[in-house]
């Protein structure tokens, strides 16, 4: 990369270079350089904005768990139409389907990273957490519509909901699983507190 060419917007280029990498090959091919090699700059362009390359890594974590708010706040509205069981495996196919397990597998690998992240995220893994909360909180929602039994322990079923789906896309390799696969999953976990 010539130097002296204004890049803009460079930790979101940073940060897009990561995640296309993370899609790609993995968490062990995530390195400064190869970050900075795809989006086409000088490595000393990520270690002009972070200051090392973990600060990096949990900055690309806490960029993407704060782009879940959108997401959340549309789960929300969609309480009252469509089915609670649809609404669900949608939630959980845009989460998992996202960049969301590979930045699991990126927060397992990285010893580091993870100690960063506990000082700002103290429990829980980032993203996975995120998720769980949004699920929660629409099945608050469903819960006062009376669409979800008024006994439902919904901080227990959104969790178990986000474990499960995360089962169900973890292989990042091979191919997703069916939407029906997902329907099902979240259909089993919900049994019993539709009314």
């Given amino acids: 990369m010539p130097t002296g060419v204004a890049l803009r917007d460079v930790r979101e280029q940073l940060f897009d270079a990561a995640e296309r990498i993370l899609l790609r090959d993995g968490p062990s091919a995530l390195t400064s350089r190869a970050v900075t090699a795809e989006a086409g700059c000088a490595k000393g362009v990520l270690h002009r904005h972070f200051e090392d390359f973990d600060a990096f890594l949990a900055g690309l974590v806490l960029d993407r768990v ?7 706040a549309a789960l929300r509205e969609s309480a009252g139409t469509g089915t609670v069981a649809g609404n669900l495996a949608g939630a959980l196919t845009t989460v998992f389907g996202s960049v969301a397990v590979a930045i699991v597998a990126l927060v397992t690998f990285r010893d580091e990273l993870r100690a960063r992240l506990r ?20 099945l608050r929602a469903e819960r006062d519509l009376g669409r979800v039994a008024a006994d439902a322990d919904v901080d227990t079923l ?38």
Wanted: net charge neutral; glycine share 8%; charged share 15%.
């Fill in 119 to 138: 000082r700002s995220w103290p429990v829980g893994v980032p993203l996975l957490a995120e998720a769980a909360a949004m699920i929660a909180s629409y």
């Fill in 66 to 72: 704060a782009r879940m708010d959108a997401q959340a």
């Fill in 158 to 195: 959104a969790p178990t909901l986000i474990g499960a789906g995360h089962l169900l896309f973890a292989d990042r390799t091979g191919a997703p699983p069916e939407p029906a696969a997902v329907r099902r999953m979240v259909t089993t976990v919900i049994a019993g507190v539709e009314p």
